[in-house]
């Protein structure tokens, strides 16, 4: 792929760190991390070069979904600080260069957000149509076939007034009902209300879910091996990913722009193509960056990673900048998932990550390869999946404290407190130790960042798979050209020359003379300057 001439915004080639906030550091001893814990480690953030952080939900919220269940979309959860706090955290990120962008859950509110505390209260209420209600079938059953993200109804009768509600996710979580204008209306607002106070944008909560059939269509079963897009063996093609959801983001997109630098709308898009991922970034009018979530969930090998991102690149619009990550808050980090807990599997996976053109999302604590922790379930927080319900493993695996040093409390809390989640293995993966040592995978990471920025930064996210034997990924990203080998034993790339920038390994095979293939390690990436 060649020719996309990826435009110059300030997330073209950016490096964005997604902070899961309870879990980051707990400045007032409280066990859960916080506002003011962030502002606490901004510098390590800033020494690791990145442009702008994803803070998980910041909003109050009754916490059955931590914070995906809002119950008040203007002001911060007492919890995690106060509306001072983010301001103080917004002009502290940005003396360091650093942007700031929040959650926005607009698919659904918390039940006990004074919306649907009205909607409920009688059938003529002021805020009833900003919710998605439903007579029961004759037989008093719900609606129809819609199953939620724990794999049971997505409808509950709500008994005093004699209807269903829907809840894509948990029965706390009732999806607001887009079709109604006031909802938009209010949206905007909250919009604005963020953007006025400096925040450089939001990550937008199931973006690709935001309207509902307006006919209620059962939805079909999930086609065979499509792994995204579904829930309970459904596809959600009627209870989510409908067309309408389009004029939303063009609305957004324009309030966006109103600002200058424009803000930029990160959309949660789950849908299992490039073909559909496309769609969100309209004619470059509507979501500026979409998540790309085959690539996170594609095989670790160098021909399905790869495929990956040919057919991105190939489906995005001209222009349109692609994003990658490997790990986030719902799935297994990529360090177990993809790499087994091998710390030289996750270097060569990050030295893919960290060359790739467009946005790049690093998940707190991937950059040290902190691993998924087994959470026994007494100690397991996530309700939405707890012991594994609907067949779904606790996402607390990939939620525990960073590992900030090889102490009892991992440097994430003060002494004595326990933290809302078990630490991990502090001893081997933590950030003091890993700073110091200049081959840890922190330290490597931190030099891809600067690799990026002078190689690949700036070069129009150009990007050019090369030929390449089997168990081998090799391409052109921006002046320099990687090459991966995704197997244990030692390879030869042939007809790559030019000086070794950077190796993922702690130590490289000794050099064979100039002129020679260049040999790479069993699971080594390379980084070759291109000659001038
Ligand atoms: C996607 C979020 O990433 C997840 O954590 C949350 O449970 C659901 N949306 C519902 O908001």
Known sequence: MTGHDRGTSWWSDAVVYQLYVRSWHDSDGDGYGDLPGVVDKLDYLSWLGVDAIWLSPTMPSPDHDWGYDVSDYVSVHPELGSLEDMDRLVAEAGRRQMRILLDLVPN????????????????????????????????????????????????????????????????????????????????????RFWFDRGIAGFRIDVAHGLYKDAALRDNPPMPEGQLIGGTGGQEQRFSANRPETHAVFRNWRRIAEQYEPPRLLLGETCVPDAEKLARYYGQDDELQLGFNFPFMVSAYTALELSNVVRETLGRLPVGAIPVWTMSNHDKSRFTTRWCSNDDVRAALALTILLTLPGTIVIYYGDEIGMTDVDVPLELQR????????????????????????????????????????????????????????????????????????????????????????????????????????????????????????????????????????LRLAGFEAVVVQLWP
């Open 382 to 517: 996530d309700n939405m999946f707890l012991g594994g319900r609907g067949g779904h493993p606790s996402r607390d695996r990939a939620r525990t404290p960073m590992q900030w040093e090889p102490s009892v409390t991992g440097g994430f809390t003060t002494a004595g407190t326990t933290p809302w989640l078990p630490l991990g293995d502090v001893s081997s993966h933590n950030v003091a130790d890993q700073r110091e040592d200049p081959r840890s995978l922190l330290s490597l990471c931190r030099q891809l960042v600067s690799v990026r920025r002078r190689h690949i930064k700036g070069c129009g996210g150009s990007y050019e798979q090369l030929a390449a034997a089997e168990h081998q990924w090799v391409y052109r990203s921006g002046d320099v050209v990687v090459a991966a080998n995704f197997a244990g034993e030692p390879a030869e790339v042939p007809g790559l020359a030019g000086p070794v920038l950077f190796s993922s390994l702690k130590a490289r095979l000794p050099e064979k003379p100039f002129g020679e293939p």
């Open 108 to 191: 659904h509110t918390s039940d006990q957000h004074p919306w649907f505390v009205e909607a409920r209260s009688s059938r003529g209420a002021t805020h009833r149509n900003w919710y998605v209600w439903a007579e029961p079938s004759p037989d008093k059953a719900p609606p129809n076939n819609w199953l939620d993200a724990s794999g049971e109804s997505a409808w509950t009768l709500d008994a005093e007034t004699g209807q269903y509600y829907l809840h894509n996710f948990l029965p706390s979580q009732p999806d607001l009902n887009w079709w109604d204008p006031p909802v938009h209306d209010a949206f905007e607002e909250i919009l």
